[in-house]
């Protein structure tokens, strides 16, 4: 069924495929080329992303600046993992894009979730540190040959940590379900949309870009 794995991802990307759309009907152009992309075969062993990233491989590594993945999201907290040269301008980004719950910076409660997850003996550490930390990759999803193979900085983000579980990759992971269960009224698919843009945006416009190392 894949409403929540992983059609929840790809109704984000769409939103933000609409709002670039509503931005280039006003005369913006950005000021480097951005590629939307949904990919294929992904639990088959990432067959469409691998695919694409070799058939482009010279082209991305000497031009592509970073490569950003949603799986799939829900409600509750920005969840995110990725290259730690992108991790300020994730910070500043959440920020800036609202939880539409609190109405607060999605930074918020991003940070504390991400310090609570952490170990007990490493907690004290994370709370003196302002950033949001995120995560290392794995693998496991689309950013993998982008990552792991062409060596591009990578983001994977999501919202998450509310929804029950329970339908993962099984027929009930149905839009019922997701909106009786999950993102109810798509707010936080709307948010996502939103962080994702923003740094779609801030990555394309930037003269030198926002990595910190």
Same mark, same amino acid.
């Given at each position: 069924?894949?409403?929540? /794995? &992983?059609?929840? =991802?790809?109704?984000?990307?769409? %939103?933000?495929? !609409?709002?670039?759309?509503?931005? @280039?009907?006003?005369?913006?152009?950005?000021?480097?080329?951005?590629?939307?992309?949904?990919?294929?075969?992904?639990?088959?062993?990432?067959?469409?992303?691998?695919?694409?990233?070799?058939?482009?491989?010279?082209?991305?590594?000497?031009?592509?600046?970073?490569?950003?993945?949603?799986?799939?999201?829900?409600?509750?907290?920005?969840?995110?993992?990725?290259?730690?040269?992108?991790?300020?301008?994730?910070?500043?980004?959440?920020?800036?894009?609202? /939880? &539409?719950?609190? =109405?607060?910076?999605?930074?918020? %409660?991003?940070? !504390?979730?991400?310090?609570?997850? @952490?170990?007990?003996?490493?907690?004290?550490?994370?709370?003196?540190?302002?950033?949001?930390?995120?995560?290392?990759?794995?693998?496991?999803?689309?950013?993998?040959?982008?990552?792991?193979?062409?060596?591009?900085?990578?983001?994977?983000?999501?919202?998450?940590?509310?929804?029950?579980?329970?339908?993962?990759?099984?027929?009930?992971?149905?839009?019922?379900?997701?909106?009786?269960?999950?993102?109810?009224?798509?707010?936080?698919?709307?948010?996502?949309?939103?962080?994702? =843009?923003?740094?779609?945006?801030?990555?394309?416009?930037?003269?030198?870009?926002?990595?910190?190392?």
């Amino acid at each position: 069924m894949g409403a929540d /794995d &992983p059609i929840s =991802g790809a109704s984000a990307l769409m %939103e933000t495929a !609409r709002g670039l759309g509503e931005l @280039l009907k006003t005369g913006w152009r950005p000021s480097r080329t951005i590629i939307l992309a949904l990919w294929d075969g992904e639990e088959w062993g990432l067959l469409g992303s691998t695919e694409w990233a070799e058939k482009h491989k010279a082209e991305l590594q000497q031009k592509a600046v970073a490569y950003i993945n949603t799986d799939g999201t829900g409600k509750g907290w920005l969840n995110a993992g990725g290259s730690h040269g992108l991790q300020q301008l994730l910070g500043e980004v959440a920020k800036d894009v609202m /939880d &539409p719950r609190p =109405g607060k910076p999605v930074f918020e %409660e991003a940070r !504390r979730r991400a310090v609570l997850g @952490l170990p007990e003996a490493e907690r004290p550490d994370a709370e003196k540190d302002a950033s949001f930390r995120i995560a290392p990759l794995g693998s496991g999803s689309d950013y993998t040959p982008f990552l792991q193979h062409l060596t591009l900085s990578a983001l994977n983000v999501g919202f998450g940590g509310e929804s029950p579980g329970g339908v993962y990759h099984s027929a009930y992971d149905t839009v019922k379900w997701y909106q009786t269960y999950s993102d109810t009224d798509y707010s936080y698919g709307r948010t996502l949309s939103q962080v994702t =843009g923003t740094l779609i945006l801030r990555l394309s416009e930037a003269a030198v870009l926002p990595f910190q190392f």
